[in-house]
């Protein structure tokens, strides 16, 4: 079984769904570790509530960015962790935890990418006029919000949007894509070509 990893900086409703998926039985993955660079993270609580194991690795604590993201891989290397799950982790990971996990950390990103990347991609949207956006789940590489793609669902949005009416409307499908994707990777249907991620048909 897929020993699973969620980094987690916020509030954790993305670390909510996956939890709750686990608990319906829907992903045969096992949720072994929740790591956090913030000790007052919601997520962490979640976590907890759950019974699953959680650290806080935080950046002033570390002399350097690259200090910083190889203690985190030394907790992932330490939980043997296979896959790793980004969910609101407000942190660029360093090119050696990328190259350690290739094609094995995911990430949920508000927008469909690759319009719209970084902070704020939900008022970036509004800012623009798009009639259409979205949420992404993508493999992380060394860029921000690069990765190749592996599911999007699209959001419409309304004349009368606001940052927080629409966000919460692509927090509702994140909820939806983001455990479809690491049930994907755990039952071996993702193959990465280039930049396409190709589903392989069940069975």
């Not at 045969?28 to 759950?50: F, G, Y």
Request: glycine content about 8%; hydrophobic content about 40%; proline content about 5%.
């Amino acid at each position: 079984m897929i020993r699973l990893a969620v980094l987690a900086s916020g509030r954790g409703s993305n670390l909510q769904a996956i939890i709750d998926a686990v608990g319906r039985g829907e992903l045969p993955v096992k949720l072994v570790l929740v790591l956090s660079d913030n000790p007052r993270a919601q997520a962490l609580e979640r976590a907890r509530t759950a019974g699953i194991p959680t650290v806080v690795v935080r950046r002033e604590d570390y002399r350097s960015r690259r200090d910083f993201n190889l203690e985190i891989l030394r907790w992932l290397r330490r939980y043997q962790v296979d896959l790793v799950a980004l969910a609101g982790y407000m942190r660029v990971l360093s090119p050696e935890v990328v190259r350690a996990y290739p094609n094995r950390i995911m990430n949920i990103h508000p927008s469909l990418l690759p319009a719209f990347p970084g902070l704020e991609a939900q008022r970036q949207a509004l800012e623009y006029g798009v009639k259409v956006t979205g949420c992404t789940v993508h493999f992380v590489d060394e860029g921000v919000d690069t990765g190749p793609i592996i599911i999007q669902r699209a959001v419409p949005v309304r004349e009368d949007d606001t940052v927080e009416s629409l966000s919460g409307r692509i927090l509702e499908q994140e909820h939806q894509i983001y455990p479809e994707a690491i049930r994907l990777f755990a039952t071996g249907r993702l193959r990465v070509e280039g930049r396409r991620v190709r589903v392989l048909e069940e069975g």
